[in-house]
């Protein structure tokens, strides 16, 4: 199979939207996209399986095999057999996939634009820097945890370093995994998921954050007094919500639960009814009563997708229309999931993600304890 080597190289996601398309899918209408997509799909029939997260556009979730959170998604990628993986998500979660699948399965992401910010914001040579002044700080022994939303190569890192891999649905059992092993955790790149999972396991008074961009920041030896040092990232799209819209929906909707997700402030999580992983804001919803009223505090196709999937429940957007949409999941257009896959009935493997062979076996390492826990 031919192979396009300038898409696999990740230093190249600065496009316009659809500008990687060939001109012919720039334009396409979704009537025509829809049925090409669908006749691609049955004339790859098994040797294809696409995956969606819940934050895909209505026009992925539409076409994907399984629809869910990085975590169950990983596990699909890991137990599918099909030839390629086409991944509706973004950069991290397709290297995640191509780390725990065969070598002789290709994993796709239809747009090479779809990188996450989060995951940026923990590079591997800063959490090199951060690392050795940390354990130069302290004779106990530290674990390096990073959230699926991170690189390969800080996933290879924490492996090294004796650390594992979380999602939103496994953070505090990572911690407990950290705490069995070692004295202290360096949770990385999401300081509000880690701090909520602090707050969770009753360690709300053990937590420091680092901030690798600020020199006159906490130094080594004051974050060492510390059990859980919180490297500072963040998602903008949760970071958004406020305890306001918390009181609003409250005041607005007096019926209304509030569920949100851990990637959200730590005293927005406190005055939410419940938070949870995406996967678990579904099933929230799932498990509702007729009549019910939730406010979704999370990326809004997610809330849409739910508005559509249960009308029969009050599902709302906790910031009405100030709550946002993932730029780097929204990359995933539609025309570029019906390139991707006219390609391959072409012969054509297009946007393969790629981990470089000497990051996949450490990172996977990482993935295999997580899948564990
Ligand atoms: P989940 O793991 O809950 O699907 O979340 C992934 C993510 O990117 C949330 O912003
Ligand atoms: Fe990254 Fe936030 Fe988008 Fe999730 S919602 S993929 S954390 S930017």
């Known amino acids: 199979m031919e192979m396009a080597a300038f898409e696999t190289d990740l230093s190249l996601f600065k496009y316009d939207n659809l500008e990687q398309l060939p001109p012919e899918y720039r334009e396409l209408e979704e009537n025509e996209r829809t049925e090409r997509i669908e006749s691609a799909l049955d004339e790859l029939g098994d040797d294809v399986v696409i995956l969606g997260h819940n934050y895909q556009r209505r026009e992925i979730v539409e076409h994907a095999d399984f629809i869910g959170d990085s975590y169950q998604l990983s596990k699909e990628a890991a137990e599918s057999d099909a030839e390629y993986v086409v991944f509706g998500g973004v950069t991290f979660m397709a290297e995640s996939a191509d780390i725990i699948t065969d070598d002789d399965q290709s994993v796709i992401l239809p747009s090479m634009e779809a990188s996450c910010p989060m995951a940026g914001m923990a590079e591997a040579l800063q959490v090199d820097a951060a690392w050795a002044e940390l354990t130069a700080a302290t004779d ?27 999602t939103s649905s496994n953070a505090h059992k990572a911690f407990e995994y950290a705490f069995e092993k070692g004295d202290k955790v360096l949770f990385l790149p999401d300081k509000h998921l880690g701090e909520n999972t602090a707050h969770r396991l009753g360690m709300a008074d053990e937590t420091v954050e680092w901030d690798p961009w600020d020199a006159e920041g906490t130094d080594a030896e004051a974050a060492v007094e510390n059990d859980v040092i919180l490297w500072e990232g963040y998602c903008q799209v949760h970071e958004r919500f406020r305890t306001d819209h918390v009181e609003q929906v409250r005041a607005d909707h007096p019926e209304a639960n509030v569920i949100v997700h851990p990637e959200c402030r730590r005293e927005v999580v406190e005055a939410a009814d419940r938070a949870g992983s995406t996967a678990d804001i579904c099933q929230t919803v799932a498990n509702a009563e007729p009549g019910d009223t939730w406010a979704i505090g999370t990326e809004i196709h997610l809330t849409h997708h739910l508005q559509r999937w249960h009308p029969e429940v009050n599902v709302l957007p906790l910031c009405g229309d100030a709550c946002m949409d993932c730029n780097a999941m929204r990359q995933i257009d539609p025309n570029y999931l019906a390139w991707v896959l006219e390609e391959l009935v072409a012969g054509r493997e297009r946007n393969v993600i790629e981990v470089a062979p000497e990051e996949k076996d450490l990172a996977r390492v990482a993935l295999d304890r997580m899948l564990e826990i």
Do not use: R
Request: with cysteine; aromatic share 12%.
């Open 140 to 166: 106990e022994e530290i674990i390096p945890i990073t959230y699926m939303n991170s690189y390969a190569d800080l996933k290879a890192f924490c492996a090294e370093q004796g650390g594992l891999v979380c």
